[in-house]
């Protein structure tokens, strides 16, 4: 089977991480971002991947290529010379995704769930139209594309992609399937799949939405990156609680939820937990306290630190008894000195953080 990827954009609402590297690749959970999609997708039998850039492909395809070996499949870099939209990527992968007669999955990259592959294949397969959405509820569906269906049936009436009056609250969730028919409606240009394509394909009656049950968040920017980590968290604290930190056995686990790599080193006396995150290598001092946040690469968080609720960027330092509040997010390679208070501000990389930030900013 085949799946594109968009993997477009130049990822600004998740700076400043992505001023270091492409928002596919930001680790979530310890892992890139779009490898958690890949490897989802390897389990119910893709084996021809596409990923649609137009930004910075030669950091990617070094970082992936490895994994056509690993997971036995092909991954293709479909480059644009201009952005062509959610729609125009797949025209320039026609003749791979049309290559055969079998429906293949669209994702976007940022967005996070339990990928029920298997069980859309199936409804797809059994409803036999052109596409297939999958649908999640949301409380704020502005930001999204909402999805109206006539009651109680799974065929679409009427897609609108960030409704500006409230017409229903079941939303896009940015994972598709479709037949290779839908190739006949959209051109090599521009195009907006959600403005251009879904309206029409609705008007001839060949698009089905599929509930997602369980968890769901894009995770595009800060905020939603930390929300979608706790999501992600208390999910696998109920189907693999293997991999996070035993809060029975741990001295340092506080609430659950907390997923550390095997070669970080957690200081004595501290408090970690609820819902956190330690990449790679990183060095937690004694006495810090963690709760919602990810720590990525390389990070080294010194005594009687606290970090809540932000991002802290590969191989930035945490001073000891400084605090991080607010959504802070932390840059590449950002020092924090001792005893500073930073509450929501978005540093950039390389910078030093010497007097407190009291309201959020950029700090640049
Ligand atoms: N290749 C390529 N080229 N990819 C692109 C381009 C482009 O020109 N523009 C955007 N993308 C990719 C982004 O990288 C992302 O993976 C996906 O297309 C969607 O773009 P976003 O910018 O993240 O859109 P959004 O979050 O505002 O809205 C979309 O996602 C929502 C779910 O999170 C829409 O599909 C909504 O309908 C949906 O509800
Ligand atoms: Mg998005």
């Known amino acids: 089977m085949k799946a594109l990827i968009l993997v477009g954009g130049f990822g600004t609402r998740l700076r400043p991480l992505t001023l270091s590297i492409p928002k596919p690749l930001v680790e979530f959970a310890n892992k890139p971002m779009i490898l958690h999609q890949i490897e989802a997708l390897v389990k119910v039998g893709v084996t021809d ?42 025209a320039l992968a026609a003749h791979i995704l049309g290559k055969d007669n079998d429906p293949f999955f ?21 409803h036999g139209a052109e596409g297939t959405i999958l649908a999640t509820k949301v409380e704020e569906p502005s930001k999204y594309g909402v999805i109206v269906t006539e009651e109680n049936s799974p065929k679409i009436k009427c897609f609108v992609e960030k409704p500006i009056e409230f017409v229903g609250n079941r939303i896009n969730a940015g994972i598709y399937l479709f037949n290779p028919a839908i190739l006949s409606r959209i051109q090599l240009r521009p195009t907006s799949i959600e403005k251009e394509i879904f309206p029409e394909m609705a008007d001839d009656e060949q698009l089905y939405t599929f509930d997602l049950e369980g968890y769901w968040m894009d995770v595009g920017q800060p905020k939603d990156f930390i929300a979608g980590t706790c999501l992600y968290l208390s999910n696998l604290a109920k189907t693999q609680p293997e991999l996070l930190t035993n809060p029975a056995t741990s001295s340092f686990v506080n609430g659950g939820n907390v997923l550390v790599h095997p070669t970080a080193k957690i200081g004595s006396g501290c408090k970690i937990g609820p819902n956190v995150t330690i990449g790679p290598n990183v060095v937690i001092g004694d006495g ?39 959504i802070t997010v932390l ?8 005893e500073i208070y930073v509450n929501g ?20």
């Open 49 to 90: 991947v596409v990923l649609a850039v137009n930004y910075k492909p030669e950091v990617m395809a070094s970082v992936l290529k490895k994994y056509e070996e690993k997971f036995g499949i092909t991954i293709t870099f479909s480059v644009e010379e201009e952005p062509l939209g959610t729609a125009g990527p797949l």
């Open 288 to 326: 810090v306290r963690l709760s919602k946040c990810v720590i990525m690469e390389d990070v080294v968080v010194k005594s009687f630190a606290f970090v809540r609720n932000s991002i802290v960027g590969w191989h930035s330092t945490v001073g000891s008894w400084s605090r991080l509040d607010g």
């Open 345 to 364: 501000a978005s540093v950039l990389p390389h910078k030093s953080i010497s007097a407190n930030v009291t309201e959020p900013r950029i700090v640049m």
């Open 331 to 338: 840059g590449d390679d950002v020092h924090i000195n001792d």
């Open 106 to 126: 669209v994702l976007n990259a940022d967005v996070t769930c339990d990928y029920p592959f298997k069980q859309m294949l199936e409804f797809h397969n059994a």
